[in-house]
């Protein structure tokens, strides 16, 4: 930045010896010389290390791998519970989809949703009690905590939508024996009912990023050739 500060000076500067320096000869010295001095900065401006954003303490590396070991531990749980949501989610389209195709009875329907609802009500429980370890720094922990969050927050509404078909599918509250409108309004529950999808990409990228570590310059001889003679 200051040298492009000081290159405009110059045009400035320039400009005016140019417009009141009586001879020419002078203006063309002192153009001269400042070409010069402009050429020795230009070269010997130490410029900054093209790594230095990367550039990491060892205590600091340690300290990442340390977070990363931690979070890894906790996010391999978070991760089942995602898998058992995917599967709760999965039984339930089914029951849906075995009644919708007169597969099952509405009374086979309905105790499998009785089920399934408790299934989901446990694990909407277990997934609002996983809190992140305490180890990690405030950072990671934030942003696990965002994690659980958006979890539980998509557990309590896909429970709710396992309840609600499952109290439609009551056969004592059925106002029709028809199984066909039975199943439009089993289906009508779900769609009106089924939650948004459950993004945790921002938070995921967000730690991946925090906790990335660079890899450690090998360069021993400044020429940017690793030194590769232990392994001839």
């Known amino acids: 930045m200051l040298i492009y500060i000081g290159a405009a000076v110059a045009v400035v500067l320039l400009a005016l010896l140019y417009r009141y320096i009586p001879s020419r000869k002078v203006f063309f010295a002192f153009f001269l010389v400042l070409c010069a001095a402009s050429a020795i900065v230009f070269f010997l401006w130490p410029a900054p290390h093209r790594n230095s954003d990367a550039v990491v303490s060892q205590e600091v590396r340690e300290e990442r791998q340390q977070q990363q070991q931690v979070f890894a531990v906790w996010y391999t749980d978070y991760q089942k519970d995602l898998e058992d949501l995917d599967r709760n989610w999965q039984r339930y389209h089914k029951i849906l989809a075995d009644f919708k195709a007169d597969i099952i009875s509405i009374q086979t329907a309905y105790l499998r949703l009785a089920q399934l609802e408790k299934d ?92 990335a570590i660079p890899e450690e310059d090998t360069d021993d001889d400044g020429t940017g050739q690793a030194d590769t003679s232990a392994s001839q």
Request: net charge negative.
């Open 120 to 211: 989901s009500q446990a694990l909407d429980t277990r997934i609002a009690g996983r809190t992140p370890p305490l180890a990690l720094n405030d950072f990671c922990y934030d942003q696990s905590i965002e994690l659980v969050r958006k979890a539980h927050a998509y557990a309590d509404a896909q429970h709710r939508a396992i309840a609600l078909t499952r109290a439609a599918a009551d056969p004592a509250n059925l106002s029709t024996d028809d199984q066909e409108e039975q199943s439009h309004m089993l289906q009508a529950v779900m769609i009106r009912e089924s939650p948004p999808a459950l993004f945790i990409a921002d938070e995921i990228a967000a730690i991946r990023d925090y906790l």
